[in-house]
């Protein structure tokens, strides 16, 4: 089983300043034969189910806001929110789907400072 | 849109099985692969396992002797039975559409139901 792990556990941020979340899976999930990660990032509000954000490590989902990023390769990835607003306050998870069973991390709760 | 939303018992005894439904919404289940996912109070995120209408089931290795997931194409829902279940089962559980890429064979999720929590309490 592929583990994920992300880093930090928790961040603060100011309104309007970047929030960078890491995730290192402990073993590659690129597919040579595609060129591609298979990486998904989520997001979760307080009360509410996980959505998708991001796959194939930085394609943004339909009608996710540009503010949000995902980059990397290979074992380590970032998602990237450029200016954080009120209502990106939640938890991120990061999950592979590289092989059988698919992964999380176990989440970064990202707050307002 | 697709819309999923889970259903069934919120307490179950140690030992008997827990049984849940998801219908689903704006979508023919027999279209696509779904899942089911579970996250204990505390914890992380842990799936359970996936299925599509014309294939084979797959399941967590961790839980494979004690989970079934199968369809209801007239009802449009998507059923999970867990045997045998302790306190350790106790959890949110969640449905979700899964995309399988054609490269390797396991998903992603989107769009997850509201989740609904069991607890296994006697």
């Known amino acids: 089983e592929i583990v994920m792990t992300q880093f930090p556990d928790s961040l603060a941020v100011s309104l309007g300043e970047r929030a960078t979340i890491n995730c290192k899976s402990s073993q590659t999930i690129f597919y040579r034969s595609t060129d591609k990660n298979h990486l998904a990032w989520y997001q979760r509000k307080p009360g509410q189910p996980p959505k998708q954000l991001i796959y194939?490590?930085?394609t943004r989902e339909s009608g996710v806001p540009d503010r949000f990023s995902g980059s990397g390769s290979g074992t380590n990835f970032t998602l990237t929110i450029s200016s954080l607003q009120a209502e990106d306050v939640a938890i991120y998870y990061c999950?592979?789907?590289?092989?059988?069973?698919?992964?999380f991390g176990q989440g970064t709760k990202v707050e307002i400072k | 849109q697709v819309q999923l939303q889970e259903a069934g018992p919120g307490l179950v005894k140690p030992s008997e099985t827990l049984s849940l439904t998801c219908t689903v919404s704006g979508a023919s289940i027999s279209n696509y692969y779904w899942s089911w996912l579970r996250q204990p109070p505390g914890e992380g995120l842990q799936w359970l396992g996936h299925?599509?209408?014309?294939?084979?089931?797959k399941y967590n290795p961790s839980l494979e002797s004690r989970v079934t997931i199968s369809l209801d194409t007239s009802e449009n829902q998507v059923s999970l039975h867990l045997t045998s279940v302790t306190p350790a089962d106790t959890a949110i559980y969640f449905c979700?559409?899964?995309?399988?890429?054609?490269?390797?064979?396991?998903?992603?999720?989107?769009?997850w139901g509201q989740g609904t929590l069991v607890t296994v309490s006697s």
């Open positions: 299925l599509s209408y014309n294939g084979s089931p």
């Open positions: 979700a559409r899964a995309h399988v890429p054609v490269t390797g064979n396991s998903p992603w999720f989107d769009p």
């Open positions: 194939w490590a930085s």
């Open positions: 999950q592979q789907y590289y092989s059988i069973p698919p992964t």
